[in-house]
């Protein structure tokens, strides 16, 4: 007898736990390159990069270091966002996925063989 774990529904929707497991490879994989800014781009804008030298090194430690995920900027579990407050500097930083050529979203965040993750930090008054 095959057993098959079950991937999608009737309704041809992921079932709950193969979206909680792409959930699951999404943040770890968003952790992993957040905290050593490996496996992806790690773009600035102009006001974080005008900053203080150290008041940007501090800010990109601080995204690194960055473990205050709850549901008001987390609300898909994707550690994809947040905020972090450096020296009188509130600053974002977002990952975005992107399918290989950049041309579009990734048609599968939780698959690193066809993903290409960036990570943005900005001056919140740049949003």
Do not use: Q
């Not at 770890?28 to 496996?39: E, I, P, Q, S, V």
């Amino acid at each position: 007898m095959t057993m098959m774990s079950p991937v999608a529904e009737p309704s041809g929707l992921p079932s709950e736990s193969a979206a909680a497991h792409a959930t699951a490879a999404i943040r770890n994989l968003n952790d992993a390159f957040r905290r050593t800014f490996r496996g992806g781009a790690v773009l600035e804008t102009p006001g974080v990069v005008n900053m203080r030298d150290a008041d940007r090194i501090a800010v990109l430690l601080a995204v690194r270091r960055f473990t205050g995920f709850e549901p008001g900027n987390a609300p898909y579990d994707e550690h994809d966002f947040g905020v972090v407050e450096v020296g009188g500097h509130r600053c974002y930083w977002k990952i975005d996925t992107y399918d290989l050529a950049m041309l579009g979203h990734s048609p599968d965040a939780a698959d690193p063989s066809i993903t290409a993750r960036v990570l943005t930090v900005m001056l919140a008054d740049e949003y």
